[in-house]
T-cell receptor, first 114, second 116 residues
Framework: EAQVTQNPRYLITVTGKKLTVTCSQNMNHEYMSWYRQDPGLGLRQIYYSMNVEVTDKGDVPEGYKVSRKEKRNFPLILESPSPNQTSLYFC?????????????FGDGTRLSIL | AQKITQTQPGMFVQEKEAVTLDCTYDTSDQSYGLFWYKQPSSGEMIFLIYQGSYDEQNATEGRYSLNFQKARKSANLVISASQLGDSAMYFCAMREVQRDTDKLIFGTGTRLQVFP
């Protein structure tokens, strides 16, 4: 089954404790992206990647890191999480080719930073 | 910059009836694509349907169809024969691709509630 898999689905942790949210897709997609969804602010892009070893900042990259060492994986790293990073996070992927390609989302990761 | 506007915060529809969710957009691009996503209360984001600006026909996908009016810059989602499982948030989105950006721009969403 074609899918984007995020782990964990839920995480409660404390300020300053490094964490990684994994994302993997099995569709051989070139493009991958991370979004966060917050009430009143909607979905905002954190980082995206057009292909292996190519990553770019989105609208809200501060406090996050990403890497794209393999085509299928695009982990999101919070080196020193803070409470304002409490959010619902989505990983998405799509074929290259721009405006006509739908982005397929993972099931989301609910992150609570205490 | 591109913008998506969804003016209906919430909609109610009776089971088996059709419902239209409104979406208007603003872009200066000649070529663009519009997407609709569904987000149930469980939180996942599900791709429903796509309409390209040069598509001659309105997109359809099962019970979902798009009422695309290019001159009015609207791309309304029509759900026919509503089911209880259609209760969810629905987002209209456009993919913005420029030299230094590639992202989805989302509207604020419409919460649809289907009642028996």
């Amino acid at each position: 089954e074609a899918q984007v898999t995020q782990n964990p689905r839920y995480l409660i942790t404390v300020t300053g404790k490094k964490l990684t949210v994994t994302c993997s897709q099995n569709m051989n997609h070139e493009y991958m992206s991370w979004y966060r969804q917050d009430p009143g602010l909607g979905l905002r892009q954190i980082y995206y990647s057009m292909n292996v070893e190519v990553t770019d900042k989105g609208d809200v990259p501060e406090g996050y890191k990403v890497s794209r060492k393999e085509k299928r994986n695009f982990p999101l790293i919070l080196e020193s999480p803070s409470p304002n990073q409490t959010s619902l996070y989505f990983c998405a992927s799509s074929k290259a080719g721009g405006i006509s390609q739908p982005q397929h989302f993972g099931d989301g990761t609910r992150l609570s930073i205490l | 910059a591109q913008k998506i506007t969804q003016t209906q915060p919430g909609m109610f529809v009776q089971e088996k009836e059709a419902v239209t969710l409104d979406c208007t957009y603003d872009t200066s691009d000649q070529s663009y694509g519009l997407f609709w996503y569904k987000q149930p209360s469980s939180g996942e984001m599900i791709f429903l349907i796509y309409q390209g600006s040069y598509d001659e026909q309105n997109a359809t996908e099962g019970r979902y169809s798009l009422n695309f009016q290019k001159a009015r810059k609207s791309a309304n989602l029509v759900i026919s024969a509503s089911q209880l499982g259609d209760s969810a948030m629905y987002f209209c989105a456009m993919r913005e691709v420029q030299r230094d950006t590639d992202k989805l721009i989302f509207g604020t969403g419409t919460r649809l509630q289907v009642f028996p």
